[in-house]
């Protein structure tokens, strides 16, 4: 077990007709995948992590749920899907809309070592605070947030509010 380069390595690929992309060879190399090995696909924030382990169960309450979600129904656990020959996937049905990916955007693919994350690329706009894309927009010129921390944003503001008249 020795420790290599901790720099992860970046990788373009392209989301195409049929949400398919494509993982890189010396993606599926380093973690011995082929075609026909059943992936486990999970949301983190804003990227769909792909591994053969599903990731430890954290409960499906979430219990570190710090705010109620806006988008708890749609709230997925994960998925499984095949990688086909010449590592093409095809992005599960029910993370599409999840996801908010758009076919013919590009996506970054990144080795993380225990698994490969994918996220949408470049022109996508993420939230500041949470990486989220879903929701976003932008608060003051070129700062983005999504409604649920743009949300909480302003609920600390009022408490602080508060707390500066109570002081006084
Ligand atoms: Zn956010």
Request: charged share 25%.
């Amino acid at each position: 077990m020795s420790l290599q380069a901790t720099t992860p390595r970046q990788y373009l690929t392209t989301l195409t007709n049929g949400w398919r992309f494509t993982l890189p060879t010396s993606v599926r190399k380093a973690h011995g995948w082929d075609a026909g090995t059943k992936l486990i696909a999970t949301i983190r924030g804003a990227s769909l992590v792909f591994s053969t382990e599903p990731e430890p169960d954290e409960g499906h309450v979430s219990t570190h749920g710090n705010l109620a979600r806006d988008f708890d129904d749609e709230m997925l656990g994960p998925q499984e899907c095949y990688l086909g020959s010449g590592g093409k996937i095809v992005l599960p049905a029910q993370l599409r809309r999840r996801l908010g990916w758009v076919v013919g955007k590009r996506l970054v693919i990144v080795d993380e070592g225990d698994g490969v994350s994918v996220t949408l690329c470049c022109d996508a706009k993420r939230c500041e605070s949470c990486g989220s894309i879903s929701g976003v927009r932008e608060i003051i010129h070129n700062v983005f947030l999504c409604s649920q921390c743009w949300g909480n944003y302003l609920r600390e503001m009022h408490a602080k509010l508060r707390l500066g008249r109570a002081r006084a």
